[in-house]
């Protein structure tokens, strides 16, 4: 600003400065530079911005230097902005002699203002920028804070002092920008800081560091790919494969698939021997805990097919005293006994998960009570499977009626989904066996397992017979056959002795000890 300026430019004390607004940090470097020029040529005839409450806002490393080099007035540039920031960031833009602002201080001056509680639209408004900007900005705080200590040093120590030099003197801090740098915040921490440091030191250039990034980006996804796809049953073998691919060796295949990249013939390779690896070590797999935790374990598109018997919701609290017999108690526990629409949600759980896990072509079974049958259909239906239809086992001995006023459920159903997409087994058996009903008699004599005081120790235990029916029509041997619900391993059982692969989950630990012994004795 030269001398003839407004009315409002006076000679002040420094003194009258009180305060200081600052938006970006103080350059040690640049301030013992602007004492050298203060020495040699005097106190430079531009003024000073400060409020009228003597806030400055505009000329700090010239304040510095001045007070260091005993000046004791300047001129000042009296008014009141409606914001500090952005005067201030304006007067260090138009400043001949500040500083570059650089994005450094841009970006943490952008965080600051968010950890204080200003949105990111305010804060566009007050830099006149776009929202787009101002969320470009905040995405940086994703790097790592290591790697930006290496961005902002290499701008506030190197660059800051050649620019205020020569202001073509080439260094790595020219190189980083915003834009550069947004190409690494979805990178790993490790990642992240080996690009900012070679940057730096000048061990690559930005082209490299661009395609670096982009290299880096398309191995993370294809690891991420590889993780879903042998889900975390075994670290082992899921860690061994993505060792493998973070070594660099499926970057280019990947990144050839497409706009999102995707897996080419060798990553698939690399995921079909893991999976062998798998099947080799592990053909029973039984799980105690939770099915809505345990079942992340299980990797997409991994089974080939679900047998599964989940709650009913069919509990109630009515105790049948039978003559002759022992009470018949509605309560099977718990674990039926939830609220309707949690159960219902449920439903669109297990179809999501089965959905996510089943291989294309793969069948699956869902035992359901009467009252949801239809329910249940119209959401695997909605999750998108083919639904096949209800397969009925019909009790041959569903027991005796108690009431005499309805009447005796003997039915059990079954509906029967497929997810499209790969070819399907269905080992057609002929007639009657092809038919969608079956009669057996429900699970009695030896098969039955009881506790130590002989009483039925799984009130809904399956037949082995229906559950076997079910095994050859849709599954292979070899195949790897899902039951996320096992109660006391019927499903499992039957996999095991059909030499079908099994995976099984169960919450209750008496039914899980039965059901270990059981499948695995
Ligand atoms: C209908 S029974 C299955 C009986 C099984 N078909 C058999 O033949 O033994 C349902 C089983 O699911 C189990 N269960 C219920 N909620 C569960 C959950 N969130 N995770 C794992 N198991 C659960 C219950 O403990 C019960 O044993």
């Known amino acids: 600003m030269p001398l003839d300026a407004p009315v409002s430019v006076s000679l002040k004390p420094l003194s009258f400065i009180t305060a200081f607004h600052e938006v970006r940090p103080l350059n040690p470097a640049y301030v013992t530079r602007l004492r050298q020029k203060v020495r040699a040529i005097g106190v430079k005839p531009y003024p000073l911005s400060v409020t009228p409450a003597g806030v400055l806002f505009g000329g700090r490393h010239r304040y510095e230097a001045f007070s260091a080099e005993g000046v004791t007035e300047c001129l000042m540039h009296i008014s009141e902005p409606a914001s500090l920031d952005r005067e201030a960031i304006e007067l260090n833009r138009a400043s001949e002699d500040a500083l570059p602002m650089s994005f450094v201080d841009y970006a943490e001056m952008v965080w600051r203002k968010l950890a204080d509680g200003t949105t990111q639209q305010a804060i566009a408004d007050e830099l006149g920028w776009s929202k787009q900007k101002a969320n470009d900005y905040a995405n940086l705080k994703r790097i790592v804070q290591a790697a930006w200590e290496v961005v902002s040093a290499t701008f506030r120590t190197l660059a800051d002092v050649a620019s205020a030099d020569a202001a073509d003197t080439k260094s790595a801090a020219a190189d980083f920008t915003e834009g550069l740098l947004r190409c690494i915040v979805a990178l790993t921490p490790a990642q992240q800081l080996e690009l900012v440091q070679d940057l730096a030191a000048g061990r690559i250039n930005k082209n490299k560091f661009r395609s670096q990034a982009d290299a880096y980006r398309a191995r993370n996804a294809a690891i991420a790919w590889v993780r879903a796809q042998l889900g975390d049953i075994d670290p082992e073998i899921a860690d061994e494969a993505t060792v493998e691919v973070a070594r660099g060796l499926y ?271």
């Open 251 to 521: 970057d280019v295949e990947w990144k050839a698939g497409g706009e999102d990249g995707g897996a080419g013939p060798k990553l698939k390779r690399l995921i079909e021997a893991a999976q062998d690896k798998f099947a080799k070590k592990h053909s029973l797999i039984l799980i105690h805990g939770d099915f809505y935790q345990e079942v992340d374990k299980v990797g997409d598109a991994s089974v080939d097919a679900i047998i599964t018997d989940p709650p009913y919701h069919i509990s109630s609290n009515r105790i049948y005293r039978l003559a002759n017999q022992a009470d018949w108690n509605k309560n099977f526990g718990e674990w039926d006994s939830e609220p309707e629409a949690a159960f219902l949600a449920n439903i669109q759980t297990w179809a999501a998960t089965f959905f996510r896990i089943m291989k294309p072509g793969a069948t699956g079974f869902m035992f359901v009570g009467e009252a949801y049958l239809n329910i249940a259909q119209a959401l695997f239906d909605a999750a998108g499977f083919d639904i096949k239809g209800t397969f009925f086992w019909c009790r041959a001995n569903p027991g005796t009626s108690v009431t005499k006023a309805d009447f005796m459920p003997a039915m059990d159903h079954a509906i029967q989904f497929v997810k499209p997409g790969g070819k399907r087994t269905f080992n057609y058996p002929g007639e009657p066996e092809s038919y969608n009903w079956m009669k057996s008699p429900i699970c009695g004599g030896r098969e039955r397992l009881a506790n130590a005081k002989g009483e039925t120790l799984h009130p809904t235990q399956k037949p082995e017979a229906v559950i076997r029916h079910l095994m050859d029509l849709i599954t292979l041997p070899g195949d790897l056959v899902f039951d996320g619900f096992m109660g006391v391993g019927s499903t499992g059982k039957v996999a095991r002795d059909t030499g079908r692969k099994f995976i099984g989950i169960e919450k209750d630990p008496g039914y899980f000890a039965a059901a270990k012994s059981r499948v695995e004795g």
